[in-house]
């Protein structure tokens, strides 16, 4: 008996930064616990783009290899002792889960786990994705019909955001800022409202993240070019500062704005990730005898993914916003340029 043929599909390849190819692969095959997810969209979001730009440790480590981790779609195939799914039902997971028993599991910092690196997830940029059975145990998800593909896929990213959130402790009436209006600074600035912001103050380069800051609830937005953002947060806030302060871009120089920003006794999340090997500075003085609260907040865990689906289901987070565009597979790498050059916000990729 001959060999059965491999079944094919098309996939977005990533070969080295800034080297993108659409080509024809084999289809994944899945093992006990595993799921194989027909995708139904796709997001790009940040770091796709970082990678792109300057590279990721693990996918240089594999490449060539397929790559983005946003998405939603329907059960394709299920491994032996999976419970709870079957084919043809509708499903959100995230890029990674944790183990559940080691150190920080127990101490209730599973986004903290060493596992998220073994278990990672990348390859939705194509028409199926494997979902590792760590993922397929904690956090992979049924969706309703009422939720889009579209919608879902947001799930993983609202829900770090909504980890950023939790740990800015944010209070009736606070004034907060945001620093960086990509996508996930809109999700920062909606959740900061309904947690209960009186005044958003939102900062970007880009004359569009700024116009959509302000649909996604942000009072106040600024053009950095055009002023100096910790003196503008200043006059809005009687000369204090914000009560809390979210720096949603990932560079040094933002990160020191950020604690610049914010007031004595107040807080400031560090959120965008910085490149490996940079430093930032805080006064000393300041920091002590202004008992700053500076926390640096990575990933997620289980509950905020289950939180961040609830949120969507309900509606409380807008998608227009959020994404605003839709292009074919083999256009992954235009929607990437189109984020970099700020003419886009998440763009939903579509099986061809």
Not at 5 to 29: Q, T
Not at 269 to 293: I, N, P, W
């Amino acid at each position: 008996m001959g060999m059965a043929m491999s079944r094919r599909m098309k996939a977005a390849l990533f070969y080295d930064i800034g080297d993108i190819r659409y080509e024809e692969i084999d289809v994944p095959n899945i093992g006990s616990g595993e799921l194989l997810v027909k995708v139904g969209t796709a997001l790009t979001c940040g770091t796709d783009v970082k990678t792109y730009k300057r590279g990721h440790p693990v996918l240089i480590q594999n490449a060539p290899t397929v790559f983005g981790h946003e998405y939603a779609g329907t059960v394709e195939e299920v491994g032996a002792g999976v419970e709870g799914f079957e084919v043809g039902m509708r499903v959100v997971a995230t890029n990674s889960a944790p183990c559940g028993t080691c150190f920080f599991c127990k101490r209730q910092r599973p986004n903290l786990c060493a596992q998220l690196k073994t278990s990672l997830v990348n390859g939705a940029y194509a028409e199926y994705i494997k979902v590792p059975a760590p993922v397929v145990k904690w956090n992979t998800h049924p969706i309703p019909d009422s939720l889009s593909f579209r919608d879902a896929a947001l799930t993983e990213p609202l829900a770090c955001v909504v980890h950023g959130i939790e740990e800015s402790n944010i209070q009736l009436g606070d004034v907060v800022a945001v620093i960086g209006s990509g996508p996930i600074g809109q999700m920062l600035i909606m959740l900061a409202k309904k947690r209960g912001a009186s005044t958003v103050i939102a900062s970007d380069l880009s004359k569009l993240r700024r116009e959509y800051a302000a649909r996604a609830g942000a009072d106040i937005t600024i053009d950095p070019t055009e002023e100096d953002p910790i003196q503008r947060v200043r006059d809005e806030t009687e000369g204090y500062g914000a009560d809390v302060v979210i720096e949603a871009v990932g560079l040094p120089t933002t990160w020191e704005q950020a604690v610049a920003m914010t007031r004595d006794g107040g807080t400031t999340v560090l959120f965008g990730g910085a490149a490996s090997g940079t430093k930032f500075e805080v006064d000393t003085v300041r920091f002590h005898y202004g008992q700053l609260t500076i926390k640096g907040v990575f990933h997620l865990a289980p509950k905020h993914v289950e939180q961040a689906l609830r949120l969507l289901i309900a509606g409380d987070v807008d998608g227009d916003i959020l994404v605003t565009h839709e292009m074919p597979l083999k256009e992954v790498e235009n929607a990437l340029k189109m984020m970099i050059a700020g003419e886009s916000m998440k763009v939903a990729i579509t099986p061809d």
